[in-house]
Each structure stands twice: as C-alpha cells, then as structure tokens.
C-alpha cells in the first residue's frame, strides 16, 4: 500500500491516513499464517480486542449486507474493496480538523464545558472534529455513508459480520459521548454533523457480549459457531485492563511520549488530560495524560551528564537524595502538552531561576521534575493519594 509506517502523510503535512483495506489485508494475511502453522481455531470460545484509539473507518450504504455475506472462498479484503466511502481512514497522528475544534468548543458554551460533558476539550485526532471536517468537505461522501466505527468497532464488525457498536471507553474518545449518561451528546453531534447519532449506533460497555462469531470464520478458518465476539476497545483503555489497575493505581508508561493512566472514581475533567469511561467498571473512570518530553528528553541529559551510558546516569541518581536540595527542574525541549510550556527552567534552593547545575544535580531535578508533574497533573484530574 506504499504507506510510511502504516499511514500517509499527506503534503499539508497535518492530514495522516491509513487505507482501510490494508488493515482487511493484515487481518486476512495474519490468519491465513495462523492456519497454514496449524492453529487449532475451533478451540477458541471468545474473542475480543483493542485498536488504535481516535482513527475512525466509514462504511459505504449497503457495506452491512456484503459484509454479512461475505465468501468464505474470498479473503475478506477482496470481499469488502467496495464498501469504504474513505478509502482512507483519519488516524491518531491527524492534526488537521484545527477549525473544526475551535466551532465544536464554541458551539458547547467553550473548551472547558466540553470536557465537563465529554472528559475533555477538543482535540483534533478525535472523531467528533474528524467527521465535522469529512462533512464540511465532502458532503455527498457523508451522505453516502451509512455507518461509522471506530479502528476498534471496525475490527469487532469483521468478525461478527455486523455493524458493531462502538464500546463506552473508546467512544468516549470522540468528543462526542457523554460519560456521566454514557450516551451520545446531542449538541455535540448538532455541531459536527447532521443525523450522525443513526451513522454511531448505540453505544455499549465495554464488555459486552455482541453475538456469534461470522459463519465467514467457521467456514474458512474452522471457527466454532459458538465463539463469542466481546466489544473491542481502545488501545489506551485497553492497558488499563491488561495492567490489571484497581481504584487508587497509577501506570506510567516511559516512552517517547510519556502516559500516564489511571483508574478514578470521582473525576474532574480539565483542559489538559483525558476522563474515558472505565473499560473494566462502567460505573467508573480512567484518566489519561500525556506528556511529549518523555524518553527522548531523558536521553538528551543523559548523553549530555552520563556520557551516553544509563549505568552513569543510574549512579548520579542514586549519589544525590530524594528532594535533590530543594533544587528544582523542568525539562522541556519541544512545547510541551501538559502545561503547554516550553524550556529549560532550573530553580535552585532559594527558589531562584539558575542557568546550570551541577551534572548530577541536573538528573535528579530532571527525574524529580518529570514524576512530581505528573501527580500534579493527576490530582488536577481527581487523582487522590491513598493514605
């Protein structure tokens, strides 16, 4: 499909996509494999999974009764090359949709009563913003769409061969759910596009059972009928259900972005951070922050003050004691997402702003400065520290 990664990065460089029936063939190609290695398929009694949060895949009128019916003769890619009025899927990485959020937060009374109704204020990957701008710009492709799911309700509908619903924890990354009612916010889908709540459906927990598995994959893969398909959430979510979290954990995943996620009973959404629905709890909710000066910050000091080596830097941490002297670091070399903030700030002691510190001063203000951040930025969300 002659994509970078998985995806088009198109010449504006704000629009990225993925063609959807290369996520057909995938799923086709990773099948295929498991049977030729002998994969006893009859044996599995359900299924459920996790997809990319925020990409969103838009089926043409008439997709449901080819996708129902699909030959197990076919791969299914083949089956289904006709049945996206996108050929091309909005993904996470889409920055385009800036207009779109700036009229959803407007017509919602501003940024911070959108996230009270929908746990958080507009982004432009989410699909509320992503939808607003396919019908501002191509009306009659809008028009000719009879369903839309998420990359995740995508994957659970080609194994149940039906439309799935979209799952209350994913969908509550659309800036389109309420997550108090745990249904679609009529003013917000007003203000993206008109009859949108028939193209969603109904929305449903996150565990629910959805039906039998296709008769496509009995046929062609030696399925049992009695395979259950369990709604498929998002990737975030998902984590939070793998980690096996309880009320009062935190997880911090270290990667290039740096994400924090964690199970909340009492949330209080705000401009920066995310509030989705509880996948394992429905009467609950997780929180999510991210913040974009993670590891590659981490690596800058420690090739600058560690000569390259984490076994150095490692030593220096452990040579100076928590609290660091009262020295105090915010390390932030591309703007940041929570605070939008950008900079090196070093404050000593004596809480005045310093140029350097010492190399081993300078790790632990960054580590310190990273981790005391992100509590802060839980307990703005309703985080409570467990006595």
Same mark, same amino acid.
């Given at each position: 499909?002659?994509?970078?990664?998985?995806?088009?990065?198109?010449?504006?460089? !704000?629009?990225?996509?993925? *063609?959807?029936?290369?996520?057909?063939?995938?799923?086709?190609?990773?099948?295929?494999?498991?049977?030729?290695?002998?994969?006893?398929?009859?044996?599995?009694?359900?299924?459920?999974?996790?997809?990319?949060?925020?990409? @969103?895949?838009?089926?043409?009128?008439? @997709?449901?009764?080819?996708?129902?019916?699909?030959?197990?003769?076919?791969?299914?890619?083949?089956?289904?090359?006709?049945? #996206?009025?996108?050929?091309?899927?909005?993904?996470?990485?889409?920055?385009?949709?800036?207009?779109?959020?700036?009229?959803?937060?407007?017509? !919602?009374?501003?940024?911070?009563?959108?996230?009270?109704?929908?746990?958080?204020?507009?982004?432009?990957?989410?699909?509320?913003?992503?939808?607003?701008?396919?019908?501002?710009?191509? *009306?009659?492709?809008?028009?000719?769409?009879?369903?839309?799911?998420?990359?995740?309700?995508?994957?659970?509908?080609? #194994?149940?061969?039906?439309?799935?619903?979209?799952?209350?924890?994913?969908?509550?990354?659309?800036?389109?759910?309420?997550?108090?009612?745990?249904?679609? @916010?009529?003013? /917000?889908?007003?203000? /993206? =596009?008109?009859?949108?709540?028939?193209?969603?459906?109904? *929305?449903?927990?996150?565990?629910?059972?959805?039906?039998?598995?296709? *008769?496509?994959?009995?046929?062609?893969?030696?399925?049992?009928?009695?395979?259950?398909?369990? =709604?498929?959430?998002?990737?975030?979510?998902?984590?939070? =259900?793998?980690?096996?979290?309880? &009320?009062?954990?935190?997880?911090?995943?270290?990667?290039?972005?740096?994400?924090?996620?964690?199970?909340?009973?009492?949330?209080?959404?705000?401009?920066?951070?995310?509030?989705?629905?509880?996948?394992?709890?429905?009467?609950?909710?997780?929180?999510?922050?991210?913040?974009?000066?993670?590891?590659?910050?981490? &690596?800058?000091?420690?090739?600058? /003050?560690?000569?390259?080596?984490?076994?150095?830097?490692?030593?220096?941490?452990?040579?100076?004691?928590?609290?660091?002297?009262?020295?105090?670091?915010?390390?932030?070399?591309?703007?940041?997402?929570?605070?939008?903030?950008?900079?090196?700030?070093?404050?000593?002691?004596?809480?005045?702003?310093?140029?350097?510190?010492?190399?081993?001063?300078?790790?632990?203000?960054?580590?310190?400065?990273?981790?005391? =951040?992100?509590?802060?930025?839980?307990?703005?969300?309703?985080?409570?520290?467990?006595?």
């Amino acid at each position: 499909y002659r994509t970078q990664g998985g995806v088009y990065i198109h010449s504006d460089r !704000l629009t990225v996509t993925s *063609p959807v029936l290369m996520w057909v063939k995938a799923l086709d190609m990773i099948l295929e494999k498991m049977k030729s290695s002998g994969f006893n398929f009859s044996q599995v009694r359900a299924m459920s999974g996790a997809g990319q949060q925020h990409g @969103s895949v838009y089926w043409k009128k008439g @997709s449901t009764q080819i996708l129902k019916n699909a030959s197990s003769e076919l791969p299914l890619h083949q089956s289904l090359k006709g049945c #996206f009025s996108v050929s091309n899927s909005p993904i996470w990485m889409d920055s385009s949709t800036a207009s779109q959020c700036r009229a959803l937060e407007k017509a !919602l009374g501003g940024a911070q009563h959108l996230a009270s109704v929908t746990g958080s204020r507009a982004y432009e990957r989410f699909t509320g913003n992503q939808i607003a701008k396919i019908y501002s710009q191509n *009306p009659e492709v809008y028009k000719q769409t009879e369903r839309i799911s998420l990359v995740s309700s995508f994957a659970a509908s080609l #194994f149940l061969g039906a439309y799935a619903p979209i799952d209350y924890s994913d969908g509550s990354g659309m800036n389109l759910l309420q997550i108090w009612e745990k249904a679609w @916010s009529k003013p /917000c889908l007003d203000a /993206c =596009a008109p009859g949108l709540e028939e193209k969603l459906g109904c *929305p449903v927990p996150s565990h629910s059972v959805l039906g039998p598995i296709s *008769p496509y994959y009995s046929q062609r893969y030696g399925f049992s009928p009695d395979c259950k398909i369990v =709604a498929f959430t998002g990737d975030n979510p998902a984590s939070l =259900a793998g980690m096996r979290l309880q &009320e009062g954990d935190i997880a911090i995943s270290l990667g290039t972005s740096d994400t924090l996620f964690l199970w909340i009973q009492e949330p209080t959404p705000a401009l920066e951070g995310h509030i989705l629905c509880n996948p394992v709890d429905s009467q609950t909710y997780m929180a999510l922050l991210c913040f974009k000066n993670g590891s590659l910050m981490r &690596e800058r000091i420690r090739d600058d /003050c560690a000569s390259g080596s984490w076994d150095e830097f490692s030593k220096a941490l452990s040579s100076t004691a928590a609290g660091n002297s009262g020295n105090l670091g915010f390390y932030f070399d591309v703007m940041e997402i929570t605070p939008e903030a950008v900079g090196i700030h070093r404050f000593n002691r004596d809480n005045q702003k310093v140029s350097r510190f010492p190399k081993e001063v300078e790790i632990r203000a960054l580590i310190e400065g990273q981790f005391m =951040a992100k509590r802060i930025h839980a307990e703005k969300l309703g985080y409570k520290v467990c006595k």
